[in-house]
Structure formats: structure tokens, C-alpha cells
């Protein structure tokens, strides 16, 4: 399958041309993929400025992910990459832009605050068009970056009300991304599958351990040495979805629940920008229930 496209202005497969690209490539792997892609590049006078490739033995997927630049125009090019790969290919040109996200809070503000202060500093490839919350705790904290924050509160509503407001809010930004920073709320599979592979959220954790509400305290009880966060794609199963990013940090006796708990906010909100630049910049792929991350 093909999707050529500005994630900015959502005009799909451009015929006008252009000087830069990324090409992201999925297929079953077979023997000289790299050369034909290549020869692609190279009969379209494109200079490839970095690439990246990788084979995973167990299933046989081949993913690629290039960097070209050159005059050429978008379609054409997906055109021809196309026809030099297996037919159950999936092949994106993808022109390098400002991608849009909205960040999604509810009283906590480690994870929101370092976004919000990376973006101001010019560090994030993206727009954060709005922040929306269930709470009204942070709406003093977004205001001064000139954001909007939308409080919808979930007080006296059935979930699937709240949602729908939420989503209504959402259609109006049409987000690239969704950031869960910190929502302290379970989405509903309805929800999910209106932005499928979009929703990006942190967990206070080392996935797959200690999952729920308080895994700070299950880590205490458990005498842990590490712990950590994961940034990860939402799915319909609970802090499951395939994983972007982690980090760990070492604790010992002396902490307790509490201090190991403010130890790993400082991680939560590192692991979390990290896996939001790995995604604007467009280094993951995701298979089954696991990434490739270049």
C-alpha cells in the first residue's frame, strides 16, 4: 500500500516537486531489496543522506527508513518504489514537516511542563495545537505558553459522554498525535480506534512489570533495584501496546514507594519527549504488538 503525504497540510500524494523526503519501507524481505531501492534513488538523481535498514529473522519483515534529497515529485517516486518492491509493501514518502499534536493532561505536570518547555525552546518538530484535560489543576501552567487548554470535566458523566466530548474537541484540531501526559484515564477501545497507532502515552513503570494504578508501590513491596517508565502506543489492552521508549534509573533500601515515586517522575518525563521526537521524526515502525525504531 502507498501514502505519500504532508502531515501538515494533508495533501496526499503531491505532484508538485520537492527537494527532501523520508522513505519508509515494510515488506517481506527478499534478496536485493536495498540495491532495487537504492537503483530507484539513484535513476531519479536522489543523494541519500542517511539510511537505516532491518530484518527481523523470526517473521521476515524487511523495514527501511531513508532520507533523500533531490528535485523530484512525491507520487512519481512512490510510484516507482512501489513496482520495485513485493506487492504486500508498504511504502511512504513522507515530506519532512511540522506535524500536529494535542496533549492530553489531567493534574499532574512533570510530563505536560517538559513538553511544554521543549516546544517553547524550539526542540519539538510539531504544533501543539490545544491541551486537553479532565481536571482544570494545569490551566494556569499552559496558559503562559499561549496554548489553549480545554477543560472537559468527566465529573457526572458516563464515560463514553466524556469521550464523546473529548473526541469532539479532537476533530477540530485534527491531530497527527494524541500525548497522553500524564491522562489518568482508561480510553475506551471506541475511543482508541478513532486514532489507531496515534495515541502516545507514558507509564509510570518498566513495562511489562508492575502495571496499573500504583506500580511505584508494587516495585516497593517487591524490593526492586531499577525502575523506570515506558512510552508507548495506546491500544485496547491496558499499557500494553507496542513500546517506544524506556529508561531505568537504580533505587535502593533507603527509598520508599514515595521516594521512588518522585524518582521516576524525572524518567517518566525524559522517556516520554524522547519517544515523541523518535515519532515526529518518523523512526518508528510499528508490527504486530512490537516496533522497529531507527
Wanted: aromatic share 8%; hydrophobic share 40%.
Amino acid at each position: 500500500t502507498g501514502n505519500c503525504y504532508n502531515s501538515t497540510k494533508k495533501r496526499k500524494c503531491m505532484k508538485e516537486k520537492v527537494k527532501r523526503a523520508r522513505v519508509l519501507i515494510e515488506s517481506e524481505d527478499r534478496m536485493g531489496l536495498v540495491y532495487r531501492v537504492s537503483k530507484v534513488f539513484y535513476e531519479n538523481s536522489l543523494n541519500i543522506d542517511s539510511n537505516r535498514e532491518f530484518v527481523d529473522k523470526e517473521t521476515g519483515r524487511f523495514f527501511m527508513r531513508s532520507v533523500v534529497s533531490g528535485e523530484f515529485e512525491v507520487a512519481g517516486l512512490q510510484r516507482e518504489l512501489l513496482e520495485a518492491v513485493p506487492e504486500d509493501a508498504s511504502v511512504r514518502v513522507v515530506i519532512p514537516g511540522r506535524k500536529k499534536i494535542v496533549l492530553m493532561a489531567t493534574k499532574e505536570s512533570h510530563a505536560l511542563g517538559d513538553i511544554l518547555i521543549r516546544y517553547a525552546d524550539g526542540e519539538l518538530d510539531a504544533d501543539i495545537e490545544a491541551v486537553i484535560a479532565n481536571r482544570d489543576t494545569l490551566s494556569s501552567l499552559v496558559e503562559r505558553f499561549g496554548i489553549p487548554f480545554i477543560h472537559i470535566s468527566a465529573e457526572g458523566l458516563e464515560r463514553e459522554e466524556h469521550e464523546r466530548r473529548v473526541l469532539a474537541e479532537l476533530k477540530r484540531y485534527e491531530p497527527d498525535y494524541i500525548v497522553l501526559a500524564k491522562y489518568m484515564r482508561i480510553l475506551t477501545p471506541s475511543f482508541v480506534s478513532s486514532y489507531p497507532g496515534k495515541i502516545i502515552n507514558i507509564h509510570h513503570s518498566f513495562l511489562p512489570a508492575f502495571i496499573g494504578a500504583n506500580p511505584y508501590r508494587q516495585a516497593y513491596e517487591r524490593g526492586v533495584k531499577i525502575i523506570g517508565a515506558t512510552a508507548h502506543f495506546v491500544t485496547d489492552d491496558l499499557d500494553e501496546g507496542p513500546i517506544i521508549a524506556q529508561d531505568v534509573i537504580p533505587v535502593n533500601h533507603r527509598y520508599d514507594w514515595r521516594d521512588m515515586q518522585r524518582a521516576g517522575r524525572d524518567v517518566e518525563k525524559i522517556v516520554l519527549s524522547r519517544a515523541l521526537n523518535l515519532v515526529l521524526n518518523d523512526r518508528v515502525f510499528v508490527y504486530g504488538n512490537k516496533t522497529v525504531v531507527f
